[in-house]
C-alpha cells in the first residue's frame, strides 16, 4: 500500500480525514496524522510518504512550506492541499508545486476521494512500468547469457516466457520478419531506408508499457542481425556487440524516437566495415559487402559473376577468389542459398503464386526451381507451402 502523511492543525478536521476517508479499499495506508508542519516534517525525514495531505494554514510552519521541503527530501511527492480560504495566492502557489488538487473546507469526503484514487491509478501505473523495466532488464541479460551460449537465440522463444508479457505482435515482428532488406540497406550506408526499415518494426510498440516493449524489440532484433549476417554474410560471430553494457545503452533511451536515433547510428557506425575491430583482418568486407548489396538488389534476375564483377570494376576471377574467402561459400553457392531462403519466406503468403515466387528469385524454369528447392529443404514448393 502507498502511504499517506496528512497534517492539519485543526484537530476536528484532522481525525475525520483519518477515520472517515475509506483508505485500504483506496490501497493507501496513513502513516502518519499530525496537527503542525514540523511533526510532520519528521515523519518525512523518517518514514517513506508517498502522498502529503496538508492545511495551508498551520502555526510555526505553513502546509506550502512544508511541501517545499517535502519535495526537497522527495522530489517523487504527491500533494494535496486542504484550506478553509480560497485565496488565489494560495492556489497560484499550490499550482506552481504542481499539487494534485487544492480542496476547500468544509471538505467534500467525495472530492478527497476522487483525487486520492487518481494518484493512486498514476501510481499503480508507475510501478507496472518499473516492474515492467525490471523484466525487461532481466530478461535480456538472460537473452544474452542464452545467446552467448547456445551461439544463437533465433526461433527459441521459449527461452524467455516471462519477457513475452510484454506483446505478442512485438515477438511476431522479431521472429517473423525477413532482414534482408534491412541488412542490404546497412551494407549500402543508406541512412534514409534503414531507418524506414527500424522505424517500421519499432512502430509495433502499442498500448501500456511502450518503452519496455521498444528495449525488448531493439535487443532481440540485434540478436537477430548478428544471427542473420553470420550465417548469410560469414560475418565473424559477435559482429553486433552484446553484453550488460548494451542492455545499458539500450534503456538510457526512453523515447521511441531516441531509441530510433540511437540504433540508426549505431547499426550503420557497425556497418562501417573498415572501421569495425572485428574486420581488421578482413580487407575485402566492404567489397563483398557491395557485391551482396548489388545480388539481393537483383536476385530476380540471373546475375552473373561477371555482371557483378562488372559493376564493381574488378575480374570476374579475382572477385570469385575473394568472395569465397569472405564469405566461405563459392558465388554460385552464395546465390543458391539466398534465392531459397527467399524463395521459402515467400511461399509462406499463400496470395503468392508457386511460378511468382519462381520467378521472383531468378528461376524461369519450374522444375528447376522445384528440384533446387527440394534438395535445399527435402521437399516441393508445393509441400513446404501445404506444412507452413
Known amino acids: 500500500m502507498y502511504q499517506v502523511l496528512i497534517a492539519d492543525d485543526e484537530i476536528l478536521d484532522l481525525e475525520g480525514m483519518r477515520q472517515f476517508i475509506p483508505w485500504t479499499e483506496i490501497g493507501l495506508e496513513v502513516t502518519g496524522a499530525v496537527n503542525n508542519g514540523f511533526e510532520a516534517l519528521e515523519v518525512l525525514e523518517t518514514k517513506h510518504v508517498d502522498i502529503l495531505v496538508t492545511d495551508v494554514h498551520m502555526p510555526g510552519m505553513s502546509g506550502m512550506e512544508l511541501a517545499r521541503k517535502g519535495l526537497d527530501l522527495r522530489p517523487d511527492l504527491k500533494l494535496i492541499f486542504v484550506s478553509g480560504y480560497q485565496d488565489f495566492a494560495y492556489v497560484k502557489e499550490a499550482l506552481s508545486l504542481q499539487a494534485y488538487s487544492y480542496v476547500l473546507k468544509p471538505m467534500d469526503d467525495k472530492e478527497l476521494i476522487a483525487v486520492l484514487q487518481k494518484i493512486t491509478n498514476e501510481l499503480n501505473e508507475k510501478l507496472f512500468r518499473e516492474e515492467m523495466d525490471l523484466v525487461f532488464s532481466q530478461a535480456a541479460i538472460k537473452s544474452i547469457e542464452y545467446h552467448l551460449i ?6 527459441k522463444s521459449e527461452q524467455h516466457a516471462d519477457i513475452y ?6 515477438k511476431a515482428l522479431i521472429f517473423d520478419k525477413p532482414l534482408d532488406c534491412l541488412v542490404s540497406y546497412l551494407l549500402a550506408c543508406d541512412r534514409v531506408m534503414v531507418q524506414e526499415e527500424l522505424k517500421e518494426m519499432l512502430g509495433i510498440a502499442h498500448g501500456e508499457n511502450v518503452k519496455s516493449q521498444l528495449h525488448f524489440i531493439v535487443l532481440y532484433l540485434l540478436i537477430r542481425i548478428d544471427y542473420y549476417v553470420s550465417t548469410q554474410l560469414n560475418y565473424p560471430i559477435g559482429f553486433i556487440p552484446l553484453s550488460e553494457n548494451e542492455v545499458e545503452k539500450i534503456k538510457k533511451n526512453q523515447t521511441k524516437s531516441e531509441l530510433l536515433s540511437w540504433l540508426t547510428d549505431h547499426l550503420l557506425n557497425l556497418f562501417d566495415i573498415e572501421n569495425h ?11 563483398i559487402g557491395r557485391a551482396i548489396h548489388y545480388i539481393e538488389e537483383h536476385l530476380h534476375l540471373n546475375v552473373t559473376l561477371r555482371e557483378v564483377a562488372d559493376v564493381l570494376s574488378f575480374s570476374p576471377n579475382y572477385l570469385g577468389a575473394i568472395f569465397k574467402e569472405e564469405t566461405g561459400k563459392s558465388y554460385n553457392e552464395y546465390i543458391i542459398t539466398l534465392r531459397m531462403e527467399k524463395a521459402r519466406d515467400l511461399l509462406k503468403d499463400p496470395k503468392i503464386k508457386v511460378y511468382e515466387v519462381a520467378d521472383r528469385v531468378g528461376y524461369r524454369y519450374m522444375p528447376y526451381f522445384s528440384r533446387q528447392f527440394k534438395e535445399t529443404y527435402g521437399m516441393t514448393p508445393i509441400e513446404y507451402r501445404r506444412k507452413a
Open 165 to 170: 508479457r510484454l506483446t505478442t505482435d512485438a
Open 150 to 155: 547456445e551461439t544463437r537465440v533465433a526461433h
Open 277 to 287: 575491430p572485428k574486420f581488421k583482418q578482413k580487407k575485402h568486407a566492404k567489397v
